[in-house]
């Protein structure tokens, strides 16, 4: 089983930058594929980005397509989402989620929040006009 922790949400301006942190802990990381997902208020959970447990994939939604880099470091146990050209509509509660690396690529569910086992307590990013 793995813990996952967020860090590095906070307020910007519009046009901004932020870089968001998942650390993971009690699991081989390197087996997991990750996901972030955000969640507004008074609205689902979305995917946001995901990459594959070796790395070598990545998967954005539309909207954040060009803005947004999701990365990992196996030796650090991290997976990080740098953010920028930040817009108002970016404000939502951000969250890191694993599910099985070999799995995920058998379905390709990476955008399917249903498909995470393991989920962060979330960050919340918000994004000033």
């Known amino acids: 089983q793995v813990q996952l922790v967020e860090s590095g949400g906070g307020l910007v301006q519009a046009g901004g930058s932020l870089s968001l942190s998942c650390a993971a802990s009690?699991?081989?990381?390197?087996?997991?594929?990750l996901g972030w997902f955000r969640q507004a208020p008074g609205r689902e959970r979305d995917f946001v980005a995901a990459?594959?447990?070796?790395?070598?994939?990545?998967y954005y939604a539309d909207n954040v397509k060009g803005r947004f880099t999701v990365s990992r470091d196996n030796a650090k146990k991290t997976v990080t989402l740098q953010m920028n050209s930040l817009k108002p509509e970016d404000t939502a509660v951000y969250y890191c989620?694993?599910?099985?690396?070999?799995?995920?690529?058998?379905?390709?569910?990476?955008?399917?929040?249903?498909?995470?086992?393991?989920w962060g307590r979330g960050t919340q990013v918000t994004v000033s006009s």
């Open positions: 989620a694993a599910v099985m690396g070999h799995y995920a690529e058998s379905t390709g569910k990476y955008f399917d929040s249903y498909e995470y086992d393991y």
């Open positions: 009690g699991g081989t990381f390197e087996i997991y594929a």
């Open positions: 990459i594959s447990w070796t790395g070598s994939s990545t």
